[in-house]
């Protein structure tokens, strides 16, 4: 078997649907499926290949894989469905609940992130949401009632995608669908029209699949579906969810349901070219893991790799039906990925771009942390004032005044001594009044109500020890007092209510 590696880059964003259907929800897939890499290379080949278009395209000799995401310097694999980690524990440690253990997870949960690096990261590859409407028919006006959605995979995305041919094809074959895919742009996905879906491809290395590591005296052995599966039922040739050991062509296994994990999903895909959907696809999810018991006389892990090497099932030609036994990574209960390079850990974080919309978005994240902080400030000085509403102490006036002064503030310095002042100011050699430049809560006859002791404190200095044991920074100064004073003014409200 010949294998021919690419890597894809998104030159913009590409849509690409995980049904066809019209109504309803729109949702993007987090990879390149097998089937739009099969339709760019026929678009340009299919005509000049005459009768060898159906090796090519439909006997399953060719197989387009999809194409999965370029990570940490290798391609990233679905997730194995057989990973869980303790919900809410206090480690988020991998455990791979395929193997068996004397412990139990008492919560298990799936990681929720589609894709997992040889280096053993969880990642989601990026997507944009993007609002769009329908244009009238021959006009250059928005049609009224068609407003919709679209989520594609964001443009600079790289992915690896493979190309496996059968030895006894010609190599002119492999030839012919190598330069058709490096020539040009390529059109990947729905609405190629309306700006989305254009990408590149390039000539990679092709990634080696690992071999068998079977486990203990290797009478079970575990299937990794690396893509979806669409099995066959061997006696009615219809489609089935039962990963029998028969439906994969194989005697001498037993299917081990109690280590299996598997996740299905139907749908039927449009072919651009015929202007309708195929015929419906149900396949077990990439990322299932499937167990299975070798009975007498079974088959070795490594030969039953030799024997799926070219995948199972129908779809083939879109590359559907890739199985790998026994990987590494699902050998022991916690998984083991490739320690990370040195010159890897090392590296720095790329700076943040420069953006006025991503600048907007730090503002609102940074505005948003702090008042959150000023909400616990002014609940921990609630506990402190409220024992001055008891008797004379500063009323709804008072606090009213107070929320309006820390609102109209500039600067928190000058929001302190506007309040709190204590030293008149004078001016060359005139002589200053008593009490006439003091602070707003200490001049006038609003100073006797800030007056009121408690444990032998003021009010008003016990305020402006709160306040600036904070070092007031304007922004949080001002929110805490502004939520402490609106607080103050509902409690004054029932002391009134109540006298």
Request: proline residues 7%; positive net charge; contains cysteine.
């Amino acid at each position: 078997m010949k294998t021919l590696g690419f890597e894809i880059e998104l030159l913009s964003d590409a849509v690409l649907s995980a049904s066809g259907a019209t109504a309803g929800g729109h949702r993007c897939l987090d990879y390149l499926p097998g089937a739009v890499l099969l339709g760019a290379a026929a678009k340009r080949l299919y005509a000049s290949l005459g009768a060898k278009a159906f090796d090519a395209f439909h006997s399953g000799k060719v197989r387009f894989l999809p194409g999965y995401p370029l990570v940490e310097g290798g391609m990233a694999l679905p997730t194995p469905l057989s990973f869980h980690r303790e919900k809410a524990g206090p480690t988020a440690d991998l455990l791979n609940l395929a193997r068996p253990a004397a412990n139990r997870m008492l919560r298990p949960e799936l990681p929720g992130k589609p894709f997992i690096s040889h280096r053993g990261a969880l990642l989601v590859p990026g997507k944009r949401v993007a609002l769009k409407t329908a244009i009238q028919a021959g006009k250059t006006q928005a049609a009224e009632g068609q407003l919709f959605t679209v989520e594609a995979l964001a443009a600079g995305a790289r992915f690896l995608a493979h190309v496996q041919l059968d030895e006894d094809l010609p190599a002119e074959l492999g030839q012919a669908i190598h330069k058709a895919l490096l020539e040009g742009k390529l059109g990947l996905g729905r609405s190629r029209s309306a700006e989305f879906g254009w990408a590149e491809a390039r000539t990679a290395t092709p990634w080696a699949a690992p071999a068998p590591a079977p486990v203990g005296d290797g009478r079970q052995i575990l299937l990794y579906c690396l893509t979806d599966l669409a099995l066959l039922d061997p006696r009615t040739g219809q489609p089935t969810l039962d990963p029998t050991a028969a439906c994969l062509g194989v005697e001498g296994l037993e299917l081990d349901r109690e280590h299996t994990f598997l996740r299905i999903r139907r749908y039927s895909p449009i072919n651009s070219r015929r202007r309708r959907p195929d015929l419906e696809h149900q396949v077990i999810l990439q990322g299932s893991v499937l167990g299975f018991r070798v009975l007498a006389g079974g088959p070795e892990a490594r030969e039953l790799q030799r024997r799926l090497e070219g995948g199972v099932g129908a779809y083939r030609q879109e590359g559907l039906g890739q199985l790998l036994v026994d990987p590494p990574f699902l050998a022991d209960r916690k998984p083991v990925f490739a320690a990370r390079r040195p010159e890897e850990a090392a590296t720095a974080r790329p700076p943040l771009l420069a953006d006025e919309l991503l600048d907007w978005a730090r503002a609102g994240g940074q505005a948003a942390a702090r008042r959150e902080k000023a909400f616990v400030l002014a609940s921990a000085w609630n506990l402190e004032m409220r024992p001055y509403l008891k008797g004379r102490g500063p009323g709804r006036a008072q606090w009213g005044m107070l929320r309006e002064r820390a609102a109209l503030a500039m600067d928190g310095k000058a929001l302190l001594d506007e309040l709190f002042r204590t030293k008149p100011v004078t001016e060359g050699k005139q002589q200053p009044k008593a009490g006439q430049d003091a602070g707003l809560l200490r001049r006038g006859a609003r100073a006797e109500a800030w007056k009121a002791r408690y444990k032998g404190i003021t009010a008003v200095d016990r305020l402006e020890q709160l306040l600036r044991d904070e070092g007031c920074p304007l922004e949080l100064c001002r929110d805490a007092l502004m939520l402490l004073a609106a607080r103050m003014q509902k409690l004054g409200a029932g002391k009134e209510e109540r006298r």
